[in-house]
């Protein structure tokens, strides 16, 4: 079991900075791919980025390459989720999420995903 909990969100101005927390429990938290996802109102949770249990490998939705770093610190059990040049359409609640080994899937599907937290709201204003 691995229980998420997502922290700095807010408002922030167009072409600001924000970053986001995701605090994991458990010990085995190197195991675990993570994932950050987002959702706007009215709108599907969509993939921003995702990370592999070492840190070595990561991946960004088009839409936040070359704005957004994911990272993590498993001596820390918390990943990060760097947020530059912010646009009014970055507005959503971000969600953190994690894959146990056993987990199949591609990274950028939702449903490969085990465990999530309970979301941050990241307002943009133009």
């Known amino acids: 079991q691995v229980q998420l909990v997502e922290s700095g969100g807010g408002l922030v101005q167009a072409e600001g900075s924000l970053r986001l927390s995701c605090a994991a429990s458990g010990r085995t938290f190197s195991s675990f791919r993570m994932g950050w996802f987002r959702q706007a109102p009215g709108k599907e949770r969509e993939f921003v980025a995702r990370?592999?249990?070492?840190?070595?490998?990561?991946d960004y939705a088009d839409s936040v390459k070359g704005r957004f770093t994911i990272s993590r610190d498993n001596a820390k059990n918390t990943m990060y989720l760097q947020m530059n040049s912010l646009k009014p359409e970055d507005t959503a609640v971000y969600y953190c999420?994690?894959?146990?080994?056993?987990?199949?899937?591609?990274?950028?599907?939702?449903?490969?995903?085990?465990?999530w937290g309970q979301g941050t709201q990241v307002t943009v204003s133009s």
């Open positions: 999420a994690a894959a146990s080994p056993a987990t199949l899937g591609g990274y950028s599907y939702a449903g490969s995903y085990d465990y």
């Open positions: 990370i592999s249990g070492r840190g070595s490998s990561t």
